[in-house]
Nanobody, 127 residues
Framework: QVHLVESGGGSVQAGGSLRLSCEVS????????MAWFRQAPGKEREGVAS????????YLADSVKGRFTIAQDIAKNTVYLQMNSLKPEDTAMYYC????????????????????WGQGTQVTVSS
């Protein structure tokens, strides 16, 4: 069983920054594809970033590329999503998710592959 606990959401003005954290149980002992998804009201949940813990390979969706960064600190069992140059359209509930497996999909995280989820953290960007 993998437990995920997110933190770091909040409210910022457009152009601001936030860093989300996801503490992951057993992170250093398992092969995990970690991903950040987000869901805005009335919209489907979408994957915005992923990282594979064994080799650090990453994926960023086009909508966040150049503004968001995903990173890991294995010693702290934590995955981060650094969000810069935030826009109002980034407003959503952000979820950390884990998929035990040999790699992450190179074309981005697929919702149905992820069986472990955090509770979510709200990000609100005002114009």
């Amino acid at each position: 069983q993998v437990h995920l606990v997110e933190s770091g959401g909040g409210s910022v003005q457009a152009g601001g920054s936030l860093r989300l954290s996801c503490e992951v149980s057993e992170y250093r002992y398992r092969r995990l594809c970690m991903a950040w998804f987000r869901q805005a009201p009335g919209k489907e949940r979408e994957g915005v970033a992923s990282i594979y813990n064994r080799d650090g390979s990453t994926y960023l969706a086009d909508s966040v590329k150049g503004r968001f960064t995903i990173a890991q600190d294995i010693a702290k069992n934590t995955v981060y999503l650094q969000m810069n140059s935030l826009k109002p359209e980034d407003t959503a509930m952000y979820y950390c998710a884990a998929d035990p497996g040999p790699s992450c999909r190179p074309d981005g995280p697929r919702l149905r592959d992820f069986g472990y989820w955090g509770q979510g953290t709200q990000v609100t960007v005002s114009s």
